[in-house]
C-alpha cells in the first residue's frame, strides 16, 4: 500500500512544491505596484519569473506594470503569456484590447466561417493542458465506443446499447446498433484529430517559441541578417510577428501578407 | 468482422485527417468588354486564388483568331482564419484579327500536380468602327537622310506631372531595300527614376516619308516618373544584321551563305529625351489625397449584408477604378463610426492597359465589427487624386450605406442591456487597464507540464491495447462458437455438472426418482455432447462404441454403462428408489464424467 501511495505521488503532474517565500515576494511587488513605483514593481515581479514561476497572474500583472510604464511592447508580451496559461480571463483580454488599441501598427483580423471559427475558439479559449486533457478524454471515449463495436454481439452490450441509445440520435435516422456506434466513433475520431492537432500546434509553437513580440520602440527589417543590407520596412512596438529562423544576433519574422525580414535578435522576444 | 477490419483499416487514415485538408485552388478568367470592333483590344483576366505556387503561369488554349499579349501580373494576399492564401491575377491583351464569334476553351492551370479549369469564355468581334490610324511621327523628327532602315524614339509630351503617365514609342522603318539577315535585338533605354509598363501590342502599319513607303513598327512603353526633377529617358539601340552580299547569287544559294552567319552589323540608336518632371501642387491639396495621379476615377462602396448581430463582423468591398497608376495608390479609408471596430482584410489591385493608357482597380476589403444595436449610417467614403490634364486636384465620394445592428448572441456580442427610468445616461470618463490580481494560491515554480512527462503519452496506449486484446479473445469467441460439435465438447462438462447439482437438489428435496433421471439424462447428455449425436436415439452399444473408439480404459466404460443401468432400473421399478442409492449414483456419476473428461480431452 505504501508503495502504491509513492507511486500515485510520483505521477502527480507539476510535482515542483510551492514556497511560502514566493507569495510573500509575489505580495511585495503588488505593494510596490500600488504605491504607484513601476520599476521596482515590474524589478520584483522579473525576479519571479527569473526563479522560475510561470503563473498566469504573474504574468498579468507584469504585463500591467510595463503599462503604466508606457511599454506597450512588453506590456502586451506578459498579456500574451497570461492567456497562453488562462486563455478565457476577462482582465487580460481587456487589458490587451486596450493596449492593441494604442499601438502604432495597424492588426489584422481574419474572416472565419462558423466551423473555422469553433475549432478556432476551441484553440484560443483552452490552454495547452486544457486541450490535450480534451483530447486525451476524447481519445478514452473513442476506444470505449470501438470496444463497444467489438463486444457488440455480447448480451450486456446489447442491453447497455438499448438502455443508452434512448438519447442517440442515430434512433432518428434509424441507423442500427453497429452503424450507430460506427458513427459515433467517427465523431469521436473528429474530436481527437481537432484537439490533437491545436494542442500539437500549441506545444510545437512553445517550443520553437515561433511567436513574438516586438518589444522596442521601432524595429527595422532588413533583407538579410546583416547590417548593410536593404532595409525593407519597419514594425513597431507591440506587433504580433511569427519566428521562423534564429542566427546569431538576428531573428527572422514573417508578418501577414508576405512580409518577411530579418530584425536584430535583441527587437523581439517570444511568448 | 469483415468489416470491423475494414474500420480499423480506415481509422489511422481518418486520424489524419484533419492534418491533411488539401489546399484548393480557384481558377477563374473573364474578358472585358465582350464585343470588341476589329482594330481595337479586349481584355483577357485570369484570376487564381488560393494557395499556389507563385512559379506557375496559366496555359492558355490556342486563340487562332487574336493576337494576343500578356500584359502583366499582380499578387493580392488575404487572411483568412490565420490561413494566407493568395490571388495572381494575370491580364492579358487580345487584338482581333477578324469578324465573328469565338469561344475561348477553358484556361488551364497547373500547380502541384493538379489541373485547374476556368469556364470557357465566349467574345464577339464585329466590324471595325473607323479604320486604324497608321503612326504618325512628329513631322520635325522625319529622317531627312533617305535611309533604308531607321529607328526613331518619340514621346507624346515633355513635361508631366509626377506619376502622371508618358507614353514613349519606339519606331522601327524599313523601305524594303535592304534585306535583314536576323530579327533586330531591342534594348530599352535607361529609364532610371521612372517606373516602366510595357503597353503591347505592338503596332504595325506603313507610312510615307520623303515619297518613300516605309513599313513602321512601333513599341510603346508607359513612363511614370517617381519625383519631380529634370529627367532623362536614354537611347535605345536596336542591333540588326544587314545582307551587304546582293544575296542573289547562284554561289550564295548554293552555300546560303545568309545562315552561315555573313552579313554587316548595325546599331541604330535614338535621341535621348529630357523630360521635365512637375511636382504635385501642394496648394489645395485634399487630406484625402491617395497618391493616384490619372483621370476618370470612381469609387463604389458595399457590403456583403445590410443587417448584422452586435459582435458578427460585415464585410465593406470599397472599389476604385479608372486611368492611372494603380499600384501606388493608397487604399481608400472608411472615417471612424463610433461603436464599430474597424479592421483592414486585405487589398488587391489590377492593372489594364487598353488603347495604351494604364487605368487599373484597387478592391479593399474592411472588416467592421458593430458593438451596439441599431441602426447606422457608413459614411461615404472620400478619395481625392490629381487631375494632370485639368492640372487640379479632384475628390469623388461613395455613397453612404445603411446598416442595421440587432441585438448580439448571449454571449457574443454580451447580455443585451435595457435602460430605464428617467435619469440621465452613463457618461464614460475614462478607460484604463484592469487592476493587478492578489497573489495566487498556486504560486510555485514550474515543473514540466504533465502532458510533456513520457508516462502521460504511454497511458494513451492502454485504452486501444485493451480494444486490441479484447478483438483477439472476441475473435477466437466467434470462431468457437461458429464450430458447433466443438463448442458442444467443450461446454460437455460444465453442463453435465449442472444437471448434476440439479439431481443433488432433487435428492435433498427427497425426490428420488426425478434426480436419478437427472443424473441418467447429465451423464448421457456428456456423452452425447462429446460425440455431437443427439442423447434421446443414443443406446448403451453406441456409448460403449464410442467410448471404446476414444481409448476409455475398460474400468470407466463398465462404470458409466453400470450407472446408466442403475438409473433406468430406478426409474422403472421402486425398489431401488432410496435417498442413499441416489447419493451413492449421484457421486458415481461425478466421478464417472471427471475421469471421462480426462480421457476425451
Redesign the interface.
Known sequence: MKRLAVALILLLPCAAPARADLAADFQEANTLYEQGDYPAAIDAYGALVDEGVENADLYYNLGNAYYKTNDLGRAVLYYERSLRRRPRNADTRDNLELVRSQLRDKQFVTKQNRIVRGIVWLHNNLSTGELVAYMSLSWLLLCVILLLIVLRDTAPVRTLYRRLSVASPGRLFGLTMTQDLVAAACVALILVGTAAGSAISKIRSEHDRRTAVVVTGEASVFSSPTDNATLQFKIHSGTMVSVSERREGWTRISLPGDLSGWVPAKAVESV | MK??KI?FAV?PA??????TVAAEVSLSARIEPSVVPIGAQATLIVTVKGKFRKSSQPELPSLDAFEVYQSGSSQS??????Q?S?SLIFTYVLVPKMEGRYTISPIRFQSDDKVYTAAPLSVEVVKAQSSLPAPTPDPANVDSNDAPIFIRGTVDRDTVYVNQQLTWTLGFYTDGRLDLLRSPEYSPPNSQGFWVEDLPPQKNGYQMINGRKYLVNEILRGFFATAPGEFEIGAAKVEIVVDNMGGRSAMDQFFNMRQLGFGKQRTLTTEPKRIIVLPLPQRGRPDSFSGLVGRGLAIAMKMDKETVRAGE?V?VTLTVTGDGNFKTMAAPKIPEIEGFKM????STSELFKSDYVVSGRKITNI?LVPRDEGETEIPPVKLSYFDPYEKRYRTIESAPLKLRVEPGAQGEGGTPVVFTGSGEDIEVLG??????????A????????????R??VA??SL??L??AL??LV?RRR?RWLADAPRARMIRAKREADKQLGAASDMIRSGNVEQAFAAVSAALRGYIADKMNASAPGLTDDDIETFLADRGVPDEARREVVSVLAVCDGARYSASATSPEAATGTYARAQAVVAKLEKELS
Do not use: K, Q
Open positions: 468489416r470491423l474500420i481509422l481518418l486520424l489524419c485527417l484533419p492534418l494576399f488575404s487572411i483568412v482564419n490565420g494566407r493568395s463582423p464585410n479592421y483592414e482584410s486585405g472588416v478607460h484604463d487597464i484592469h487592476h493587478i490580481h492578489p497573489t495566487p498556486d504560486i510555485a515554480v514550474s515543473g514540466t507540464p504533465f502532458y510533456e512527462r508516462y502521460y497511458l494513451h485504452p486501444m485493451v480494444v479484447t478483438l472476441e466467434r
